[in-house]
Nanobody, 114 residues
């Protein structure tokens, strides 16, 4: 069982990035599922998630700018991030429990800088 995150990079303030998290097997075997981030010196925080019934939740800092979605054909969790701010700089992790065990992607670095 694996989650593999990708799509991070360096972007200027106001720019966009799309993160992907490829799941081994069906993406629906991970319930719920979401994206966390951890900035230097800070605790890991939930950015966006799907609940078990498919409802989306967002951190206040992400509302209106980030969109979480699923590409079921590719078993991939996505995070579209628009209007990026310097404070969005962090390592982003996808997460999902499977058979009672929490799985994390390896993390992808997002750096927002001018």
């Amino acid at each position: 069982v694996q989650l593999q995150a990708s799509g991070g990079g360096l972007v200027q303030p106001g720019g966009s990035l799309r993160l992907s998290c490829a799941a081994s097997g069906s993406i629906f075997s991970f319930q719920p599922m979401g994206w966390y981030r951890q900035a230097p010196g800070k605790e890991r925080e939930l950015v966006a998630s799907f609940t078990r019934v498919g409802i989306t939740n967002y951190a206040d800092s992400a509302k209106g700018r980030f969109t979480i979605s699923r590409d079921t054909a590719k078993n991939t969790l996505l995070l579209q991030m628009n209007s990026l701010k310097i404070e969005d700089t962090a390592v982003y992790y996808c997460w999902g429990p499977h058979s009672g065990i929490d799985y994390w992607g390896q993390g992808t670095q997002v750096t927002v800088s001018s």
